[in-house]
């Protein structure tokens, strides 16, 4: 159990959910999601969002699927975001429930439910990933962070993995707040896959 941040494939995010042949329960569908978000984007003047890979198999090291479970505190990421940027800023990097491969001046709020708002908020990866940059920078975040978070990656880099033995030899701010840290390089590697593969990732 827990909150996921995951990535999502064009079957899921057109389906409008279907019964599940063993128990009858529905399975989620992104299908009225994908819909709304690109009625808002004709609104706009915007063409709408129709093209995304379909999901692959959660390969560790591929970079064709995102996952990560988020488990440490947010309170010395949401610290540091307001040290670093506007409350407008922190609100667009913080706020969204769904995050994806377009450019938006603003977020994009969905009259749609989501699994744990009323709402649905969508931001574009180009003006998060410009925001997290800012974050990583400001850390000194290490080239040595797992580049993908195909299953895990992140996680486990930082809970189970190097990370530790990594900070005693490579002190700076990064090292300070190891949960700071990963919240700071979910949110970098989250915009950089979306722009990557073209596929939204979400909270799950």
């Known amino acids: 159990m827990g909150i996921y941040l995951v990535s999502v494939g064009a079957s899921e995010w057109f389906s409008e959910g279907e019964a599940d042949d063993e128990d009858g329960d529905v399975e989620d569908g992104f299908g009225t999601v ?14 709408p969002f129709t093209s995304l890979p379909e999901a692959a198999p959660l390969v ?49 709020t969905l009259p749609v439910a989501s699994g744990y708002t009323d709402q649905t908020t969508v931001a574009g990866a180009p003006q998060v990933l410009a925001l997290a940059e800012r974050l990583a920078e400001a850390v000194e975040l290490p080239s040595a962070v797992p580049a993908t978070s195909d299953n895990l990656d992140l996680t486990t880099w930082f809970r189970d ?5 990594l ?13 700071t840290a990963f919240y700071v390089a979910v949110y970098l590697r989250a915009a950089q896959f979306v722009l990557r593969r073209g596929s939204p990732v979400l909270y799950s």
């Not at 993995?161 to 033995?165: F, N």
């Open 34 to 47: 994908a819909a709304t978000l690109n009625d808002a984007l004709r609104e706009r003047g915007r063409p």
């Open 60 to 108: 560790r090291g591929s970079g064709l699927g995102f996952e990560e479970k988020l488990v440490p505190s947010m309170d010395g990421f949401v610290a540091l975001c307001e040290a670093h940027l506007s409350p407008a800023e922190t609100d667009l990097l913080c706020g969204w429930t769904v995050l994806v491969p377009v450019s938006l001046d603003e977020e994009i």
């Open 161 to 165: 993995g190097p990370a530790k033995d």
């Open 167 to 179: 900070a005693a030899t490579r002190p700076g701010p990064w090292a300070e707040d190891l949960d």
